[in-house]
C-alpha cells in the first residue's frame, strides 16, 4: 500500500474505534433499536446528499433495491442491534475485539458460497488460531455459565456472523452496482424497515433525548462512523484492495480500546489483552503479508 492507503486506513480504524465508544455512550440516553435508527437514518440522509452533490442517481432495478434489502439486514440492522445492546453491559474496547471475530466467520462464510475462495491450510489455521484468542476474550467461564454480561458478548459474536453474511451476499449479489449507491441505498432501505420496528418495541422516540451531548454522539455515529467511514472505506478498496481492509480489524480494537482507557477509565484485562494478541496473530495468518514480508527477509540473508 502507498502511504494515502495506509493514512486512510489509520484514519478509518480510528474513526471505527471511537464508534464503539459512541454506542457505549449513545445506549445510556435511547433504547438500543432507536439508536440504530437514528445511526442510519441520519447516515443514509448525508450519502443521499453526497449522491445529489455530485449528480448521480440510484438505479432503479427491482434486483438492486432487493438484493440491498436483504444486505442491509445482514450488514446493519442485525449486526447494530446486536453490537448496540451489547454494549449495555460491556465496554467499547471490548466490543471491538470480539468484532474481529467477522474475518474468522468470513472465511468459512465464504468458503462456502464464493467458489474463488477456498480454503486452504493458511486459512484454516489462522481461524483456529483466532477462534482460540476469541475464546480467550469472553472467557471460559461465559462457554459455561450464562449471564447478561456473558450474553453481551455472544450478542457481539452474532453481530459478526452476520457482518461475514451480509460481505458474501454484497461480494455474490451486488458486486456490479457502484458502492456508493450500495452503502446509500441499504441506510435508506433500512432506516425505513427499522422504523416501525422501533416504533412496536421503544415507542415514538422521545425528543427530549436530544441535549448537545447526545446530538454529538449522533453525529459520530451517523456522519462521521457511518457516512464518513462508508466514502473512507470504500477509497482505501480503490487504493489497495480488499485484502488491505483485513488491516482494519486488527487496528480498530486498539483504538477503542485506547478510547475506553483515556475517556472511561475502562481498562481490559490481560486474559483480554492476551486474548487479543492471538486474534491478531490469527488475523495475520489469514492476510498472509506479514509472514510473506518475513520469509523474504529471512531467504535474503
Known amino acids: 500500500m502507498n502511504n494515502k492507503a495506509w493514512l486512510l486506513l489509520f484514519l478509518l480504524s480510528f474513526i471505527w474505534g471511537g464508534s464503539f465508544y459512541f454506542i457505549g455512550e449513545g445506549v445510556r440516553y435511547v433504547p438500543p433499536l432507536t439508536l440504530v435508527w437514528y445511526r442510519i437514518l441520519f447516515a443514509g440522509i448525508a450519502l443521499y446528499i453526497l449522491l445529489l452533490w455530485r449528480r448521480q442517481k440510484l438505479p432503479t432495478q427491482f434486483d438492486f433495491w432487493f438484493c440491498i434489502s436483504i444486505m442491509v439486514l445482514l450488514?446493519?440492522?442485525i449486526p447494530f442491534t446486536l453490537i448496540a445492546w451489547g454494549q449495555k453491559t460491556i465496554s467499547g474496547g471490548l466490543a471491538a475485539i470480539l468484532n474481529s471475530n467477522t474475518a474468522f466467520a468470513a472465511v468459512?462464510?465464504?468458503a462456502i458460497f464464493i467458489p474463488s475462495e477456498p480454503l486452504d491450510a493458511r486459512r484454516v489455521i489462522g481461524t483456529l488460531i483466532g477462534i482460540i484468542g476469541v475464546i480467550l476474550?469472553?472467557?471460559?467461564?461465559?462457554?459455561?455459565?450464562i449471564t447478561l454480561a456473558s450474553l453481551s458478548q455472544f450478542a457481539i459474536l452474532l453481530a459478526t456472523i452476520s457482518y461475514a453474511l451480509?460481505?458474501?451476499?454484497?461480494?455474490?449479489?451486488?458486486?456490479?452496482?457502484?458502492?456508493?449507491?450500495?452503502?446509500?441505498?441499504?441506510?435508506?432501505?433500512g432506516s425505513v424497515i427499522v422504523a416501525p420496528i422501533m416504533v412496536l418495541a421503544d415507542g415514538i422516540p422521545d425528543l427530549e433525548a436530544f441535549e448537545w451531548?447526545?446530538?454529538?454522539?449522533?453525529?459520530?455515529?451517523?456522519?462521521?462512523?457511518?457516512?464518513?467511514?462508508?466514502?473512507?472505506?470504500y477509497r482505501i478498496l480503490e487504493l489497495a484492495g480488499a485484502s488491505s481492509l483485513m488491516l482494519v480489524t486488527i487496528?480498530?480494537?486498539?483504538?477503542?480500546?485506547?478510547?475506553?482507557?483515556?475517556?472511561?477509565?475502562?481498562?481490559?484485562?490481560?486474559?483480554?489483552?492476551?486474548?487479543?494478541?492471538?486474534?491478531?496473530?490469527g488475523l495475520s495468518l489469514i492476510d498472509g503479508r506479514i509472514w510473506w514480508l518475513i520469509a523474504k527477509r529471512l531467504k535474503a540473508r
Open 137 to 145: 476474550v469472553i472467557g471460559m467461564d461465559s462457554l459455561t455459565e
Open 75 to 77: 450488514n446493519n440492522i
Open 251 to 281: 487496528i480498530v480494537p486498539i483504538f477503542a480500546v485506547s478510547i475506553d482507557a483515556i475517556i472511561l477509565s475502562k481498562w481490559i484485562s490481560a486474559q483480554t489483552l492476551g486474548g487479543f494478541v492471538i486474534i491478531s496473530l
Open 108 to 110: 468459512f462464510i465464504a
Open 166 to 189: 451480509g460481505s458474501v451476499w454484497g461480494k455474490t449479489r451486488l458486486s456490479s452496482y457502484k458502492p456508493l449507491d450500495i452503502a446509500c441505498g441499504t441506510l435508506l432501505v
Open 213 to 233: 451531548k447526545f446530538i454529538t454522539i449522533l453525529m459520530g455515529l451517523s456522519i462521521a462512523g457511518t457516512a464518513f467511514a462508508y466514502v473512507i472505506y
